[in-house]
């Protein structure tokens, strides 16, 4: 195969994968007006990615459990799917993924305290455009503080914080067999925004799990055959094209979540969104100009399995 073909056809893979997650926000919010809970979505989902790589690697069960440090990737894989799922349902889709993409600006934090890495003019640049990006995002059209006001805003925070640590614990832990880090990923979707879902019902602030129903049942399948499928495309494009160009492609997401919430009616695009949202998506090309020290284009359980 040429290298020209080659490179299309990873280019093709990793835009499957963006719009996939661009606009997994619209089947999240059709299985919860059939009454199920975007947490309860996201646990069957990552269950059924989690029990296709134990039927692919039986032995990375056990290797997770033997790679202790592996777990913190369970529990940040599981928040930032959680944060980010559950967000896009309840909230304004625009928002909620450009505050999610902040990723730079925690990402350089973390990785200057875990990984020691030094601080660069460039990576000062970043994290004043992408902060100023956020402003423009929060300002009240009446004044006041530009912070997070609706719960969906904080999700996305959340969700983007947590990713950039899953990003930086990944990176730390590297040497350990891919299979176990792919199943902590999927495993974690899986157990937090289950587990989460079980406390919140308990508690009488979220549904309960629904009766099984073919409606809901047959969605959730697709969607994670939906979700694999990006997946599988993720791996094909991430092992052939250079992570600075798989983090530019990348950002196709942020296109794809906003062209679908308008199209489909469920957003208007206001100047503070064109502006905050052009801010951040600067701050993730700077990010890509060179080769970052983290991965910074996909969520938790996109990594490539090798």
């Known amino acids: 195969m040429s290298t020209f073909r080659q490179t299309l056809l990873g280019i093709a893979g990793l835009m499957l994968n963006a719009f996939v997650w661009g606009v997994s926000w619209w089947p999240f919010r059709y299985l919860h007006g059939l009454g199920l809970n975007p947490l309860w979505a996201t646990a069957f989902i990552y269950g059924v990615s989690a029990c296709a790589i134990l039927l692919w690697r039986p032995g990375a069960f056990a290797q997770l459990l033997r790679n202790r440090p592996l777990w913190l990737i369970v529990l940040s894989s599981g928040a930032t799917n959680a944060a980010f799922n559950w967000g896009v349902t309840v909230g304004d889709v625009v928002r909620v993924v450009l505050l ?5 600006v ?3 934090l973390l990785a200057r305290w875990l990984l020691h890495e030094r601080f660069t003019p460039l990576m000062g640049v970043r994290l004043l455009l992408a902060m100023a990006g956020a402003m423009a ?13 609706q719960p969906a805003d904080w999700l996305g925070v959340i969700g983007g914080f947590f990713f950039a640590l899953n990003n930086v614990m990944l990176r730390k832990y590297a040497h350990t067999p891919p299979e176990a880090r792919g199943l902590a990923m999927f495993a ?8 989460l879902a079980a406390l919140l019902a308990a508690r009488g602030m979220a549904s309960p799990l629904p009766a099984p129903a073919m409606g809901w049942m047959l969605a959730v399948s697709l969607l994670s055959l939906g979700f694999l499928a990006g997946n599988l495309g993720l791996q094909y494009g991430a092992e052939r094209l250079p992570s600075s160009l798989t983090a530019v492609v990348m950002t196709a997401e942020v296109v794809f979540a906003s062209g679908s919430a308008v ?19 600067l701050a993730i090309l700077l990010a890509a100009w060179r080769r970052p020290a983290l991965s910074l284009h996909t969520h938790p359980p996109r990594e490539t399995l090798t």
């Open 188 to 195: 974690g979707g899986m157990a937090v925004a289950g587990g």
């Open 263 to 281: 199209l489909l009616g469920a957003e208007h695009l206001t100047a503070p969104l064109w502006i905050g949202g052009s801010l951040i998506l």
């Open 100 to 104: 999610f993409y902040l990723m730079p």
């Open 137 to 149: 995002v929060l300002w009240p059209p009446g004044g006041g503080l530009p912070l997070p006001r």
């Open 106 to 108: 925690w990402a350089a």
